[in-house]
């Protein structure tokens, strides 16, 4: 089985080509320095690039948005224990039961409806199907594009398509997160030096749901579907200023790519750790 890493950048609305070029380089270069020696870098639209009319672009993200989930239905926990199965074997070890994607996802309360909508997800989906069949795939998204990269790696997992699969969601709209995709997604957000939130994008959506409080009584959690890892990144501007690889800030030692590139890059690390193929000294 290929054990290398491909890592998509998925863009938001209006993206031009050239806005990923620095940051498809520098993540690229920084997993290899974290140890991933056979890393690519691909960059999908998954609602099209600067060319499309933007009316259109942010239909196709808001219908992402409002979509649920059908937590019973679906085929994703079984495919995600067999995948840890698959792990255990190949590695010998895996992840320490807590936080483990088994836990509580079999019966929860107040489940998101389902939604038959899956088109903005299919192109993108097949696109990584031919070409990272075998691999782990890190799903990257910016903007809206962090909600696309959230749907389709739970198709690509459900299908068993790819090794494994984590998500990455910057400046994001907010999505329910399946449980079995808790532990696989982060979630990272702008805020200034004062920890101010300096994104406005961020506030949209919700990860609220209904929860079972003592003596069964609902309640509402706001972070009852929340991905497993949030995180601020503090950068200078906004929305669009993630990935800026200029001067930020007069007395900056960092750029805001770099910063954010070192938060990504740190929790995938980590995340992808039991993954990762042993050592020939193991």
């Avoid at 031009?16 to 920084?30: D, G, I, Q, S």
């Avoid at 389709?152 to 299908?159: D, H, P």
Wanted: proline share 7%.
């Amino acid at each position: 089985m290929n054990g290398g890493v491909d890592l998509y950048l998925l863009a938001g609305v209006k993206t031009w080509p050239t806005y990923f070029r620095e940051p498809a380089e520098r993540l690229k270069a920084m997993s290899i320095e974290a140890g991933y020696a056979d890393a690519d870098v691909h960059v999908l639209y998954p609602y099209g690039d600067h060319t499309i009319p933007l009316h259109r672009q942010l239909r196709e993200v808001a219908r992402d948005v409002a979509r649920r989930l059908a937590l019973a239905a679906d085929n994703l926990q079984p495919a995600i224990d067999r995948l840890g199965d698959l792990q255990m074997e190949a590695a010998g070890e895996y992840a320490s039961a807590e936080g483990s994607p088994r836990h509580g996802a079999a019966a929860q309360p107040a489940e998101p409806r389902s939604s038959a909508v899956e088109a903005p997800a299919e192109p993108i989906v097949e696109a990584i199907r031919e070409r990272s069949a075998g691999r782990v795939v890190v799903l990257i998204g910016h903007s809206g594009g962090g909600v696309a990269a959230y749907h389709a790696g739970r198709r690509l997992l459900a299908e068993g398509a790819v090794r494994d699969c984590r998500i990455v969601q910057i400046g994001s709209p907010k999505v329910r997160i399946h449980p079995a995709l808790r532990d696989r997604t982060a979630y990272f957000y702008a805020t200034d030096e004062r920890g101010r939130i300096r994104d406005p994008i961020t506030r949209l959506g919700t990860w609220g749901g209904i929860r079972k409080a003592a003596a069964g009584i609902p309640v509402w959690d706001s972070r009852r579907w929340a991905p497993g890892h949030i995180a601020a990144i503090t950068i200078d501007g906004g929305h669009k200023d993630y990935f800026q690889h200029g001067p930020s800030g007069a007395a900056a030692k960092t750029t805001n790519l770099e910063r954010t590139a070192a938060a990504v890059l740190d929790w995938l690390v980590r995340s992808l750790r039991p993954v990762r193929p042993p050592s020939p000294a193991q």
